[in-house]
């Protein structure tokens, strides 16, 4: 998208930066304008890990989806802050080892449904979009559209990655969690992946400063708040780490954790033990 195509999607305002904007500008896309582009250079010049972070992170993505559809044998996915469409997607990674698996994409941006439904829903019996904010778990849980693709009375794996450092603790980010985990049946899964403020907290700081002008306040957080979005799950090996650590790939590129500042993981709920 360059500034000259027509008007932007419905309640897309160009001006004011957003924060799937200023992810697509990081990994090289073109879905961006001009105030995106402005800030996402201001942080860039200060920060480059950000631009190995952002790929570090679509990474970590595919390896947990390609687990999830390829060994753990989910059929439901469930990918909350989806972002904008950029190459090997989520229902992409999960059809290449799970035909047929389901996906039902939710953002807050109007952009994003808007580019998704152009490019990713070519399915629409297997995928689906919706425009709802993660800080209304119950309203993603209702609404028509995910109930449409996923059926909550079978394991599905809910994919927050890179997206609850955009709750700031006044959102209550763990209710949150705590509220999905409690609408899923056991043998389902939560992935997160999440900014940390240890490796680098003044330039973490600098971004939370930065992202303050955008769509979306940002909060970094450390290792051990990171680690507590995974209470009451069951961690699949080897847990909650840097996100260039989970699972890595010996054949793909690779960014140590002091140039991809995430940690992440993936959870499992386990069915309640019986009373003896
Ligand atoms: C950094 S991008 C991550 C995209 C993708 N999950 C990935 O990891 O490659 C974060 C996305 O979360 C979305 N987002 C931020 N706050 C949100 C909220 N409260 N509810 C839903 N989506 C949100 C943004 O619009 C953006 O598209």
Request: contains cysteine; aromatic residues 8%; charged residues 25%.
């Amino acid at each position: 998208m360059s500034d000259h195509t027509p008007a932007p999607p419905t309640g897309v305002d160009p001006h004011t930066p957003s924060a799937a904007r200023l992810y697509d500008f990081y990994l090289g896309g073109k879905d961006n304008y001009a105030a995106d582009r402005d800030a996402g250079t201001e942080l860039l010049e200060r920060i480059p890990e950000l631009h190995s972070t952002a790929h570090a992170n679509r990474y970590f993505l595919r390896r947990v989806v390609r687990y999830l559809a390829a060994e753990a044998g989910v059929r439901q996915f469930l990918d909350i802050g989806s972002g904008l469409p950029t190459q090997d997607n989520v229902h992409q990674v999960a059809q290449r080892h799970a035909p047929g698996a389901r996906v039902a994409y939710v953002d807050n941006d109007p952009i994003v449904p808007a580019h998704a439904r152009a490019l990713l829903a070519g399915d629409p019996a297997t995928t689906a979009v919706a425009e709802a904010d993660l800080r209304d778990p119950a309203g993603i849980l209702d609404h028509p559209e995910i109930r449409r693709m996923i059926d909550f009375t079978r394991p599905v794996a809910v994919l927050m990655i890179a997206v609850l450092h955009f709750l700031t603790d006044d959102d209550h980010p763990y209710e949150v969690v705590a509220a999905l985990r409690d609408g899923l049946c056991p043998g389902s899964y939560i992935a997160v992946s999440h900014l940390e403020n240890e490796t680098s907290p003044e330039r973490v700081a600098f971004m939370e400063q930065v992202y303050a002008r955008s769509s979306a306040t940002l909060q970094g957080r450390s290792h051990a708040e990171i680690r507590r979005f995974f209470t009451g799950l069951e961690a699949v090996e080897p847990g909650v780490v840097p996100i260039s650590e989970w699972r890595r790939d010996p054949d793909k590129p690779y960014w140590p954790p002091e140039q991809a500042w995430g940690d992440g993981g993936l959870g499992r709920l386990t069915p309640p033990t019986p009373k003896s």
